[in-house]
């Protein structure tokens, strides 16, 4: 009876995956009638450098290039490619407009979450005075610690390299105690109600706090959110959900502040944040890609996302043993993520294994694995004696970097690498 239900349960998945066995099918069939005409879809700028394009299901990645600009964002900036503008200008009035569309006091264009972590440490050691300005990273004289709530990270050399010293918390208390009259800032990527308790710290002691939400949009209300309560500075990262220029972001909070982390950044000669630049191109950009995303039917492009997971869940899930899921991180690249597991041991087929293959095939394809290749090895991130974590027992996909018609790519090759892998396993 168990063995009459399993085929039962494998002959359902093969029916409803069959609709995608035939795209596949015919989609094969069109790219050998191209092959043979001499018409390779897959050349581009890339490839003809001799550099492969990716497949990429591992989320808004930097090494791996962020995310894909909205159409609107690059044609804003192709316009504001034809003329010449004063850039502090330009700054002062996209930060007006970014009041207008967050409710915050004011807003920057920065050279990512990192150079928005630089400005708005110079901002709180510096303030405007182009005395400090110009003495930073040399903190003699100034107030120059900031309080990392919950220990290091690996983006924290942002902060370090504006001269501050960093200081290590890991609780509520802890924070409290560490304030003193060399505190310039509190840093934290705290969330929800430890995020509450944070800033209710930070107000208690009149200390300017930071939040790091790199990943923080989508939802696009988190830019609201965040000025409703009364944060001092916040930042994105403009190339990862906001679907902006790579290497843009938003510093958004006091007005005062954010005009000190104006004048310790670039075009500013002297300024520590002065190379980190930001081209008229790249904040048009991240303006529109904000502006875009207020106007977006979130829940159409949800629906969308689920929808190329779903696709990929079909065809593995047609492979015996093969279990998948699907949820939303509660923290960053807040997409529906699809979640494949198998038995590595019985298989002697691992999860490092799987992501080599898919690493290693034509196309690339890059899933959220063990391992991080951007990662300084010697990095160690917040509590410095916490214990390895084993190994992950599953891979995961993200919905929202997958473009629309390659989740059939996807399926269809990994489908069959845990397919030889599941019948090598029963030989």
């Known amino acids: 009876m168990r063995i009459r239900n399993s085929s039962r349960r494998s002959f359902v998945k093969l029916l409803a995956a069959a609709p995608l066995l035939s795209q596949i099918a015919a989609r094969d069939l069109y790219a050998q009638a191209a092959s043979a005409m001499g018409k390779d879809p897959r050349q581009n700028v890339y490839t003809r450098l001799g550099v492969k394009t990716v497949i990429n299901c591992r989320g808004t990645w930097t090494y791996l290039s962020g995310s894909l600009e909205f159409p609107e964002v690059r044609q804003a900036q192709l316009e504001a490619s034809e003329y010449f503008v004063n850039m502090l200008e330009l700054q002062r009035a996209v930060g007006r407009r970014l009041s207008e569309l967050t409710g915050a006091e004011s807003g920057i264009i920065t050279s990512g979450s990192a150079g928005a ?3 708005a440490t110079a901002a709180c050691m510096a303030g405007s005075d182009d005395k400090y300005i110009w003495q930073l990273p040399d903190t003699t004289g100034l107030k120059h610690e900031v309080i990392m709530v919950g220990g290091r990270s690996a983006f924290d050399s942002a902060i370090r390299l504006t001269g ?9 208390e802890e924070l409290a105690n560490a304030i003193n009259e060399n505190t310039a800032m509190i840093y934290t990527t705290d969330l929800g109600e430890k995020l509450q308790r944070v800033v209710a710290i930070a107000k208690q002691h009149k200390i300017p706090m930071l939040l790091d939400d790199a990943a923080g949009i989508p939802p696009a209300d988190n830019a609201r959110l965040y000025a409703r309560m009364g944060i001092d500075l916040y930042c994105f990262s403009g190339g990862k959900g906001l679907c902006g220029p790579q290497c843009s972001g938003l510093l958004l909070g006091r007005k005062d502040l954010i005009e000190s982390a104006l004048l310790n950044s670039s075009p500013r000669e002297g300024a520590v944040c002065r190379p980190m630049k930001v081209g008229k191109e790249e904040v048009i950009g991240c303006l529109t890609a904000l502006e875009t995303w207020l106007k977006l039917d979130e829940k159409k492009l949800y629906d969308e996302w689920n929808g190329r997971i779903d696709r990929i869940r079909k065809l593995v899930e047609t492979v015996p043993g093969v279990k998948t899921d699907t949820y939303i991180p509660d ?12 038995d590595q041991q019985a298989w002697r087929f691992s999860i490092a294994d799987c992501v080599q293959e ?7 394809i890059e899933v959220l694995g063990a391992d991080n290749p951007s990662l300084v090895k010697t990095v160690r991130e917040g509590q410095p ?3 390895e974590h084993k190994g992950p027992d599953h891979i995961e996909l993200v919905s929202m970097t997958i473009k629309p018609g390659e989740e059939i790519i996807v399926g269809q090759r990994l489908r069959a690498i845990l397919g030889a892998a599941q019948k090598k396993s029963a030989a």
Do not use: E, Q
């Open 331 to 342: 923290d960053g690249n807040r997409y529906p993520t699809l979640k494949i597991s198998w």
């Open 385 to 387: 004696n916490r214990k």
């Open 117 to 119: 972590m630089a400005a």
């Open 358 to 364: 898919l690493r290693a095939g034509d196309p690339v």
């Open 164 to 172: 501050a010293k960093l200081v290590l918390t890991y609780s509520p």
